[in-house]
């Protein structure tokens, strides 16, 4: 089955640690895509990742880093310099350009120990 | 700036009624993109539809029907005959030519009672 595989599902974060959520897709697709939703709030973009070694800030990417070494992967760093990162958050993906439409992954909602 | 507002927050309904879901968007862009995306508890983000905006045609899949109007900037959303299993959070996006970017709306919580 082809699809957007987020883990952990939960994840908890101490004080002053950087932590990495992880994003697999097995569609293909070009483009991915890291938001973050806060409770009874919309999405807001982290980061995006057009290609391979490429990847462009989002509307709130301070205190977030990523990568993208292969397709089919985009990871995402929460730093300690993200002083608030209690909120859930949802990788997607979309075939071609930019402008294809995003399909979610189920996931990870990270809590501040 | 580009907008999306969904002014209703929540909606409780009984099962089998209908209920529309609104969705108004601001853009000086002649081209652009619609989207409805359904969140059950599960937090996963489903896809329901998109539009692009030289498309007006209004569309209808099985219970669900969404009205495009580019004269009043609205893309609202009718689940006809709601049932138990419509109970979510449902989103409206935009996307633009210029950015590729989606822009959320704050979410509509959607309650069907039995």
């Known amino acids: 089955d082809g699809g957007i595989t987020q883990s952990p599902k939960y994840l908890f974060r101490k004080e002053g640690q950087n932590v990495t959520l992880s994003c697999e897709q097995n569609l293909n697709h070009d483009a991915m895509y890291w938001y973050r939703q806060d409770p009874g709030q919309g999405l807001r973009l982290i980061y995006y990742s057009q290609i391979v070694n490429d990847f462009q800030k989002g509307d709130i990417a301070e205190g977030y880093s990523v990568s993208r070494e292969k397709k089919e992967s985009f990871p995402l760093t929460v730093t300690s310099a993200q002083k608030n990162p209690t909120a859930f958050y949802l990788c997607?993906?979309?075939?071609?350009?930019?402008?294809?439409?995003?399909?979610f992954g189920p996931g990870t909602r990270l809590l501040v120990l | 700036a580009q907008k999306v507002t969904q002014a209703q927050t929540e909606i409780s309904v009984v099962e089998k009624e209908d209920v529309t879901l609104d969705c108004v968007y601001e853009?000086?862009?002649?081209?652009?993109?619609l989207f409805w995306y359904k969140q059950p508890p599960s937090g996963e983000l489903v896809f329901l539809i998109r539009r692009n905006s030289f498309d007006e045609q209004n569309e209808i899949s099985g219970r669900y029907s969404w009205n495009f109007q580019k004269s009043t900037s609205s893309f609202n959303f009718t689940i006809t005959a709601s049932q138990v299993v419509d109970s979510a959070v449902y989103f409206c996006?935009?996307?633009?030519?210029?950015?590729?970017?989606?822009?959320f709306g704050q979410g509509t919580t959607l309650q069907v009672k039995p």
């Open positions: 853009t000086r862009d002649t081209t652009y993109y």
């Open positions: 996006a935009f996307g633009s030519g210029n950015t590729g970017k989606l822009i």
């Open positions: 997607a993906s979309s075939i071609g350009d930019l402008l294809g439409t995003q399909y």
